[in-house]
């Protein structure tokens, strides 16, 4: 899968503006925050200016392209929703290597000796426990679950 085939899929979870007071990323557009983004005109920001962002900050920063196509989609959502740093430590979690939320030779050597489809329920049992721990679980957690319901069809499709 493609960064553009993953990009597309992941804008099913994404996109339009939104500002939330109750979501810790603030004022966000195309899954782009203005708190992470702070000089970029989230509400005025195109598909294609995000679409830019999304491969050079998310994509690219956790070697997407080094993974198999059903666990690059995976960590890259999860790097969109809560951050690289967060879904690396997580992934490293799943693989059992030490999380300092850095992508290298060790953790890729981890991700080898693993099935996709191990590496895609690892992964997202991670994903999941992490946000059930978050403070605006109780407000956010049925969207949340809902969107890793949906992650783990892709999941059982793209590891066939």
Known sequence: MTFDATFDRLMG????YVNDPDDPGGET???ISKRSYPDVDVKNLTRDGAKAIYKRDLWD??????????VAFQLFDFAVHSGVETAVRKFQVALGVADDGH???VSQQAASKLSESDMILRLLGERLD???RLKNW?????GWARRIAQNMRH????SE
């Open 61 to 70: 920063s956790v070697h997407a392209d080094t993974l198999p196509d059903g």
């Open 103 to 105: 992508w290298g030779p």
């Open 130 to 132: 992490f946000l059930t």
């Open 138 to 142: 109780p407000t956010a957690g049925k």
């Open 155 to 158: 999941g059982a499709e793209d």
């Open 13 to 16: 979870h994404e996109g339009g």
């Open 29 to 31: 557009n195309w899954g």
